[in-house]
């Protein structure tokens, strides 16, 4: 997928988003976007999906009471490691799966939690296949989707992860 379609999908979120936002009311859509990019030594991830599920869902698991609407407080972000790390997993090469280290989660409008991490590889690490799985929210919503773009070099991939197919693999040569 080229550029411009990668693009293409995001004014398509946003677009959502905006209309949705200027009505404030339930959202139909059950979605979160992913996307993955290499960045040297490592990968670069940026998690969005909409506020009210999230925050509703972290509230149902957390012990403690979990609101956005104030930015995210220390054990807030706890709370979207915990889970993130349990729904978004990442195997490179068949080896152990990595866990996310998340640098920042923001609030971006009422409507959108963005959450941005790095995952580390080592410098002798020439990445051959990387395995995802991708259930966020799927446990909440039949008709959760969930988006990924995967920026690897020149190549682009576009996967769609839902209820039914929450893992794939990506092979490079």
């Not at 398509?12 to 905006?18: D, S």
């Not at 690490?125 to 988006?147: A, G, S, W, Y």
Request: with cysteine.
């Amino acid at each position: 997928m080229n550029r411009f379609a990668s693009c293409f999908y995001r004014l398509i979120l946003i677009g959502v988003i905006v209309i949705l936002s200027s009505f404030q009311v339930y959202h139909p859509l059950k979605m979160s976007t992913c996307v993955v990019r290499e960045v040297p030594n490592g990968l670069f991830v940026r998690v969005k999906l909409f506020a009210d599920d999230f925050q509703e869902r972290l509230n149902e698991i957390s012990s403690r009471k979990i609101n956005f609407e104030n930015g995210i407080q220390s054990y807030e972000n706890k709370a979207v490691t915990s889970y993130l790390n349990h729904h978004l997993q990442f195997q490179f090469n068949g080896d152990a799966q990595k866990n996310l280290d998340i640098k920042s989660t923001l609030i971006e409008s009422k409507l959108i939690v963005n959450v941005e991490f790095y995952l580390a590889l080592t410098q002798e690490t020439e990445v051959n296949v990387l395995k995802m799985r991708n259930d966020i929210m799927c446990e909440v919503f039949d008709n959760q989707r969930n988006v990924v773009v995967v920026n690897w070099g020149e190549n682009t991939r576009k996967i769609n992860f839902t209820k039914t197919k929450t893992s794939e693999s990506i092979f490079w040569k």
